[in-house]
């Protein structure tokens, strides 16, 4: 996948929603929207807030690395290794 001229390396995770490809990259609190079409990186979404500090700890493997889509009740949800919990989230534009 590229983000404008420059290669995104890692992609991890891909899950299908509306239309689009959703892709952690590893060892990145990060989740690339990538266009069915094109190919190319339509934003990036932020989640390096997701996981609350008490849940933190030093460990190279503690990363985000789990996306799921429920169609049906149009609900989307994260999690990573290691991390004691599952989060829906809810995609703002800015």
Known sequence: MRDGSVS????N???YV???IYANV???NRIARISLE????????DLASVLPSV???DHPDAVLNGIAFDGK??????????????????????
């Open 8 to 11: 995104v390396r890692d992609l």
């Open 13 to 15: 995770e891909l899950e």
């Open 18 to 20: 509306r239309g689009e």
């Open 26 to 28: 590893w060892r990145k």
């Open 38 to 45: 094109s190919g190319g990186l339509l934003v990036w979404i």
């Open 55 to 57: 849940y933190r700890f």
């Open 73 to 94: 009740d149009n609900r989307l949800f994260v999690t990573g290794k290691l991390w004691p919990r599952l989060f829906e989230i809810r995609l703002v534009p800015r």
